[in-house]
């Protein structure tokens, strides 16, 4: 088996819409519908969270952050200039042994992480 789709629910799709556009697009997902992308293998969906529902937090239970694998510096640099271009904050890549990974937040604070494997 392999993973099918991803649901984000979101505190305001007027803000993140812009974010997931520019962070989606970047690595290779085309945008399907108003808020869905789809990059050939897996879908990720932006829906509205419930009014009053409690924010994300980072060590709470449920999910801690995505994690995408860059096929090379390129695509890397890539992301990170797309991010940048469109106007979003750039983290300062880190370096973890032979990995170089960029963790984003989104509006929301979830974290996205960019890696690549060397």
Do not use: C
């Amino acid at each position: 088996m392999q993973l099918d789709h991803l649901v984000i629910l979101v505190r305001s799709l007027e803000r993140s819409l812009p974010w997931y556009g520019a962070m989606l697009g970047a690595m290779g997902f085309d945008k399907t519908r108003d808020h869905v992308w789809w990059n050939g293998t897996v879908a990720i969906d932006l829906k509205q969270a419930d009014h009053g529902t409690p924010d994300y937090q980072r060590r709470a239970p449920g999910l801690n952050h995505l994690g995408f694998t860059a096929p090379d510096r390129a695509a890397f640099d890539g992301v990170r200039a797309a991010m940048s271009d469109a106007g979003f904050d750039v983290p300062q890549a880190q370096q973890f042994g032979k990995e170089l990974a960029t963790f984003f937040k989104d509006p929301e604070g979830m974290r996205i992480e960019v890696t690549l494997y060397s």
